[in-house]
């Protein structure tokens, strides 16, 4: 596959062999390592706009205990969700290993750093490998995997802004922003049929339609009512323990904020961030972060800024390590031949 990258090998799914999945990876740390460095010149932004010598003495004088359980917080919601994962994989009759399942599935967290979560999708191909499952078939997994921790989030935003009645406005703008669009573009087929009325003969189109109506015919198997209600039995959850975070990272640093009104500050300013398709929602979440932390709870200069720095560390940078260490794991089943069958 020439020129490969993810958005190609996507429009080409049955195209990916071992050596391109490899070129892939190697393409997906090089964004991981830009990432890296983009993140740490946010953090030493926010250092210096919190006074260095103050942010960093807050952090080294922070109760490792109590941070350590941000870390706990995060992973607990990675392993909740993951039941929705299995679930996933249930409703198609697909019962991989486990321990191969569950590879996969945390591998996911090291691509939160790419654009809008794109390359989540590669973990498609390596669902693929252990299912011996068409690759298009299985897409839909990791789709709606993604969309529903969306919509948990959007969900668990809107109630902490409406109950504390909040940015309420601009968190039901933000939501739409979040939801909407990969509802129309990849969960439900509805907009994909009428588009493919209109533009189905045109040449630009076509390059969708070779692999479209297949996957929204699999992806009509997890677009149902019971689906969305189980899946948001357990992102909601998932998502407080997550959006906790903050709250046993003040916690460390000696700031006793509410646990609701921390897990509203975070969410919100998650939100935020997501709705900017900005790899890991660099810049974004944290400056909102900062200005939430200060306006809703109180939370002085040094502290915000020392807390913001501290809990993008327990969670996105915690995933994306904790994913990574998954990511190269799964990388023996490509080296493995897959017998009886090639890789779709």
Known sequence: MAN????????????????????????ARIIVGVGLVGSIIVFLVLAWLGGI???????????????????????????????KWRY?????????????SMAVYFSLYAMDI???????????YSLSRISKAKTIQVLPVVTMDIFTDSLGFAALTFVTA?????????????????????????ING????????FMGKHKFFRIFTIYGDEYFAAQSALNRWDVYVVSLLITIP????????????LASIGVHAPLMQSIFVFSTSQLFGMISTIPGSLGITDGSLVALMQASLGVNAAASYAAAI??????????IVFGSVFLFYTMKYWRMKRKGSKIS
Not at 162 to 186: E, G, K, T
Not at 190 to 197: H, L, N, P, Q, S
């Open 162 to 186: 409406l109950y504390f009645n909040q940015y309420l406005i601009y968190v039901i703008a933000a939501d739409l922003v979040l939801v909407l669009p990969p509802f129309l573009f990849f």
């Open 53 to 83: 010598s103050n942010v960093v003495n807050t952090i080294l004088s922070s109760n490792l205990m109590l941070f350590a359980l941000a870390f706990i917080a995060v992973f607990l919601g990675m392993a909740i969700r993951f039941v």
């Open 88 to 100: 996933y994989l249930g409703v198609y009759g697909l019962r991989p290993v486990l321990s191969k």
């Open 310 to 319: 501290m809990v993008r560390l327990s969670t996105l940078w915690f995933g």
């Open 190 to 197: 509805w907009f994909y049929r009428r588009t493919k009325a």
């Open 114 to 124: 790419t654009p809008a979560q794109i390359g989540r999708m590669l973990a498609a």
């Open 238 to 249: 998932a998502a407080l323990l997550w959006t906790s975070a903050l709250y046993f990272t």
């Open 4 to 27: 490969l990258s993810i958005w190609a090998a996507l429009k080409n799914p049955r195209s990916i062999t071992s050596e391109n999945y490899m070129k892939l990876i190697r393409r």
